[in-house]
């Protein structure tokens, strides 16, 4: 019985799934020449998806990135060259869309907050590393160097002071 049933599930299973059409599609662009097929596999590496952020748009699978491509691929098919394309694409989307955008007003913060970063960081720890020298190399008065020898003896008298297996030692902590 319970054989039967797990052959039934298997052929309803194999049934849903084989009815659910496939969902992924592959681009085919036809070039003239191998130099615009390479070209294009260049743009589209070299180019970022401005929805997937990170990803180019050869391996994002986000219609904006559809939609680039087959840009890219019409106008390297019109004759266009790579940085005609980018130019297109920069003047389209920003200068997000390039891994390595130019050193303008608009991406200084691009370029030099990184570095900001890192000065602000090795800025603090300088600081707080001195800080902490100068309050080390502070003397003590009168009031702290007596309670620092007070609690100095009081360790003193526990290590000397034998106690029993059990009982004393949680006996001390309570009575302080």
């Not at 891994?99 to 090795?122: E, K, N, V």
């Not at 100068?134 to 702290?144: F, R």
């Amino acid at each position: 019985m319970k054989h039967a049933i797990a052959v039934c599930t298997l052929l309803i299973g194999s049934w849903f799934t084989a009815s659910v059409p496939a969902q992924a599609a592959i681009d085919v662009y036809e070039f003239s020449t191998p130099e615009q097929e390479a070209a294009f596999q260049e743009l589209t590496a070299t180019l970022r998806c401005p929805k997937c952020q990170n990803n180019n748009i050869a391996d994002s699978n986000a219609e904006l990135a559809k939609d680039m491509r087959q840009k890219a691929y019409e106008m390297l098919s019109e004759g266009k060259s790579k940085q005609e394309v980018i130019d297109y694409m920069i003047a389209r989307y920003g200068n997000f869309v390039t891994y390595d955008p130019p050193l303008m007003p608009s991406t200084l913060i691009l370029w030099l907050g990184p570095l900001c970063f890192l000065l602000i960081g090795a800025s603090v720890l300088v600081y707080r590393s001195r800080k902490g020298v100068v309050a080390s190399s502070q003397p003590m008065d009168e009031k702290e160097s007596a309670r620092l020898h007070a609690l100095l003896n009081d360790i003193e008298k526990e290590a000397e002071t034998p106690h029993a297996a059990s009982g004393s030692a949680g006996e001390s902590k309570v009575k302080k």
